[in-house]
């Protein structure tokens, strides 16, 4: 089983319509949840970042998580042909060190 | 403006030969990492490094070192025993105050390819 995993996609949306990205994780004792967004020939940005259990949202972003089922995803609505990219997920490893465990992402595309 | 900075942007390295990228920062921070990524694929955690002269392998250490002697500054070497040197590797740096589980920050990112 891999550490986070992350449906590969591409995950094809039309343009103005919510994206869907999820994620689940094995490492029970992580804490710190991270997305980043990462376009073709580019480094990861980060995008949101969320500690508890719920909801947080940013903009057309909201970010969800559950630490009783491992799992993490990313909301993004009203979503615009600027969304395509690949978004990893990324826990934070309990052991320490500040280590982030990354999926390998989920490719987005919309379509206009 | 604060920020990672990663050089060169593009780089070639022939049979034999060892390369150094270089990564700079200038946001402070007191832990830096070095990540490997491959086309369609995840980040790999090569080195990291959470205070001067001190940092620890990571997932794929193997063909590569690093040093760490100054806090703005954590130099990547591809050795000759790296048989696979061609990939995108990435820099990142992060805060350690407040404790474990901060966000990473990246570089631009060095393109290697082997001639």
């Known amino acids: 089983q891999k550490e986070v995993e992350q449906n590969s996609g591409p995950l094809s949306v039309p343009e103005g319509a919510i994206a869907s990205l999820n994620c689940t994780y094995s490492?029970?004792?992580?804490?710190?949840f991270f997305w980043y967004r990462q376009y073709s020939g580019k480094s990861p940005e980060l995008i949101m970042s969320?500690?508890?259990?719920g909801d947080k949202e940013d903009g057309r972003f909201t970010a969800q998580l559950n630490k009783a089922s491992q799992y993490v995803s990313l909301l993004i609505r009203d979503s615009q042909p600027s969304d395509s990219a690949t978004y990893l997920c990324?826990?934070?490893?309990?052991?320490?060190?500040?280590?982030?465990?990354f999926g390998a992402g989920t490719r987005l595309a919309v379509h206009p | 403006d604060g920020g990672i900075t990663q050089s060169p942007k593009y780089l070639f390295r022939k049979e034999g030969q060892n390369v150094t990228l270089s990564c700079e920062q200038n946001l402070n921070h007191d832990a830096m990492y070095w990540y490997r990524q491959d086309p369609g694929q995840g980040l790999r955690l090569i080195y990291y490094s959470q205070i001067v002269n001190d940092f620890q392998k990571g997932d794929i250490a193997e063909g590569y070192s690093v040093s760490r002697e100054k806090k703005e500054s954590f130099p990547l070497t591809v050795t000759s025993a790296q048989k696979n040197p061609t990939a995108f590797y990435l820099c990142?740096?992060?805060?350690?105050?407040?404790?474990?589980?901060?966000?990473?920050?990246f570089g631009d990112g060095t393109r290697l390819s082997i001639l």
């Open positions: 490492d029970r004792g992580s804490q710190s």
């Open positions: 969320i500690y508890s259990n």
């Open positions: 990142a740096s992060s805060n350690l105050a407040g404790g474990s589980g901060q966000p990473q920050h």
């Open positions: 990324a826990p934070s490893f309990s052991g320490g060190y500040n280590k982030l465990i």
